[in-house]
């Protein structure tokens, strides 16, 4: 970080909500959020550069000095987890904010700027600004604020402009927080008798069920074919792969907002598979056109579709 620079930012740093704490901490449920929400760059990166995901199309380089003024590995590391962090909160919340925070000399004349997540408990929209609750507890102690962010320094990402609801979510969440055969002490399996084999096959089934719209195939999957394992992937990404173009052109639009007024254009772009090229990997390997271990390979990012 460089802390030469004065900051426009106005969120605070708050722990999350404990409103949200009680979910996705089943053994299911944290695995599945985990594999939903995972870090963009290193999942989607092209081997062996997983370090050069995000990266700067622009004919000049003020658009890359602004957004990294504040920290130079901005870009390598800190916008995949930030994204990770928006994701988080639409699955929780069904929308997430970025703010919008500049950095400023002594004399007040703006270097650079770049995008933060927050926490927060509940807000509402005015006019000029939006105005974020929170409740914080530290050693005990219990403190209660707001903060004021202009509108215009916000981005917003809703789930429902992509088709998703939060509801759809926690139904998921519900439904694999009473799938754990772990719940069930070793004293009660012996004495109900169960088949413990069994029973995972049908937790397997249940699982594969609660996922159905977004198929997770989890970590141990042995009952269904491996065609139809891939097919479940390959959705699997196409789901993220539209939000983390959904996520990037919301960013990169606020950026062009920005260029306006700084002087400057460009965006932030990255390389991997689209949407598209996964359709037609799945098209083709029904069609025995690709071997299954290469649609793995392309679906992973271990190797480059062509």
Not at 257 to 273: Q, S, V
């Amino acid at each position: 970080m460089n802390n030469k620079y004065q900051s426009t930012r106005m969120s605070k740093f708050i722990y999350g909500s404990k409103k949200y704490s009680k979910y996705w901490n089943s053994f299911n449920g944290s695995m599945f959020l985990r594999d939903f929400n995972t870090n963009m760059a290193i999942e989607f990166a092209y081997k062996p550069s997983r370090g050069e995901f995000f990266t700067i199309e622009s004919s000049y380089d003020t658009l890359k000095e602004m957004i990294t003024v504040n920290d130079y590995s901005y870009l390598e590391y800190e916008l995949s987890s930030i994204i990770s962090r928006v994701i988080y909160n639409m699955i929780l919340r069904g929308k997430a904010f970025l703010e919008v925070v500049y950095y400023m000399d002594d004399e007040g004349c703006t270097k650079g700027f770049d995008f933060q997540t927050f926490n927060y408990k509940k807000y509402i929209k005015f006019r000029k600004n939006t105005r974020f609750y929170y409740k914080n507890r530290i050693n005990e102690e219990c403190i209660k604020g707001h903060f004021d962010i202009p509108n215009n320094n916000l981005i917003i990402f809703k789930l429902s402009d992509l088709g998703l609801h939060k509801k759809e979510f926690y139904s998921i969440e519900k439904r694999l927080r009473n799938i754990d055969i772990t719940k069930i002490p070793l004293s009660k399996i012996n004495e109900l008798n169960i088949n413990v084999s069994e029973y995972e096959k049908e937790e397997e089934l249940e699982i594969l069920s609660a996922t159905k719209n977004i198929p997770w195939n989890t970590r141990s999957n042995n009952i269904i074919t491996e065609p139809y394992s891939i097919y479940r992937l390959a959705k699997f990404k196409k789901i993220k792969l539209n939000l983390l173009e959904y996520i990037i052109k919301q960013i990169n639009d606020k950026i062009s907002e920005i260029g306006i007024k700084y002087n400057f254009e460009g965006k932030i772009t990255y390389k991997t598979l689209s949407i598209k090229e996964v359709e037609e990997i799945v098209r083709k390997m029904g069609e025995g056109d690709i071997l299954i271990k290469d649609v793995i390979d392309y679906l992973f990012c271990n190797k480059i579709y062509k």
